[in-house]
Nanobody
Framework: QVQLVESGGGLVQHGGSLRLSCAAS????????MAWFRQAPGKEREWVAA????????GHADSVKGRFTISRDNAKNTMYLQMNSLKPEDTAIYYC?????????????????WGQGTQVTVSS
């Protein structure tokens, strides 16, 4: 079993920055892909970014490309999402997830364990 705990969310003004963290426990996730998803009120959960096991390959949704950066520190069993130039439309609950199978990518079905989420609110 893997437990994932997100932190770093909060209220920020338009144009501000936040850094989300996702700490894994119970089992090392250093051999597996991880990802960030988000769900805004009244909308379906959507993929934000993904990273392969080593951190050597990453992908970001078009809506956040150039503003958000996913990274990981396998020594700390932790993944991060640096969010810059935040916009009100980035307001959502942000979830981290990890896969227990080889490969990486955006489909939610690929990910086996999920955190409880952290709220990010961007004021205009």
């Amino acid at each position: 079993q893997v437990q994932l705990v997100e932190s770093g969310g909060g209220l920020v003004q338009h144009g501000g920055s936040l850094r989300l963290s996702c700490a894994a426990s119970g089992r090392t996730v250093s051999s597996y892909a991880m990802a960030w998803f988000r769900q805004a009120p009244g909308k379906e959960r959507e993929w934000v970014a993904a990273i392969n096991w080593s951190g050597g390959s990453t992908g970001h949704a078009d809506s956040v490309k150039g503003r958000f950066t996913i990274s990981r520190d396998n020594a700390k069993n932790t993944m991060y999402l640096q969010m810059n130039s935040l916009k009100p439309e980035d307001t959502a609950i942000y979830y981290c997830a990890t896969s227990m199978t080889p490969g990486w990518g955006s489909p939610q079905s690929r990910y086996d364990y999920w955190g409880q989420g952290t709220q990010v609110t961007v004021s205009s």
